[in-house]
């Protein structure tokens, strides 16, 4: 049977303390360390700290000056690969290559691209990721041409989740007003 409640509260609670004594002086707000808390106690791996340490100091080491994943975006990319892939290393340069293929695609450099190359790279999506990230960007075209002043970059993950559906674009878009 599944672990219960109690468990997975307890759960919560040892990842947060213990990121929260491990990060104390870096940048991380605490609703990172909550989510990444709730990350590893809704999944069935274990939470190891050295691990977790070893994969966010390796994106860091990995990435540009000036990217954002030397920021705190860090430390939620490395849980999310940690929890998703047994080779955190060799994904995490999948996963960099997925986000360079959505910037040239059209997708802006920032935090939302990288949220959305997570998506595809974990997605179980059968279609060429080319396909889906043309796809992305025409609905997210769409979504900006009729509501230019409340569709921003923060709505990438959501192209590109919708594009994955096996949907005529027209009809996405219609519904997509309809939610608006």
């Known amino acids: 049977m599944g672990r219960d409640l109690d468990q997975i509260i307890a759960e919560y609670i040892e990842v947060f303390t213990q990121l929260k004594k491990k990060l104390k002086w870096s940048t991380v707000d605490?609703?990172?360390?909550?989510?990444?808390?709730?990350l590893y106690s809704m999944n069935e791996k274990s939470f190891q700290m050295e691990r977790f340490s070893a994969i966010s100091n390796y994106i860091k080491k990995n990435v540009g000056v000036f990217s954002t994943l030397k920021s705190s975006l860090r430390f939620t990319i490395a849980a999310m690969i940690d929890l998703r892939f047994d080779e955190p290393k060799e994904n995490f340069h999948k996963y960099l290559a997925v986000y360079e293929k959505l910037v040239e695609g059209?997708?802006?450099?920032?935090?939302?691209?990288?949220?959305?190359?997570?998506?595809?790279?974990?997605?179980?999506?059968?279609?060429?990721?080319?396909?889906?990230?043309?796809?992305?960007?025409i609905i997210y075209k769409n979504m900006k041409k009729s509501h230019y002043f409340l569709t921003g970059d923060n709505d990438y993950p959501l192209a590109l989740l919708l594009a994955q559906l096996d949907s005529n674009i027209d009809d996405l878009i219609s519904d997509i007003d309809r939610y608006y």
């Open 30 to 38: 605490p609703s990172s360390l909550m989510m990444i808390s709730s």
């Open 106 to 137: 059209g997708f802006k450099r920032g935090n939302f691209t990288y949220i959305a190359a997570l998506s595809l790279l974990t997605s179980n999506a059968e279609t060429d990721s080319d396909l889906l990230i043309d796809r992305a960007m």
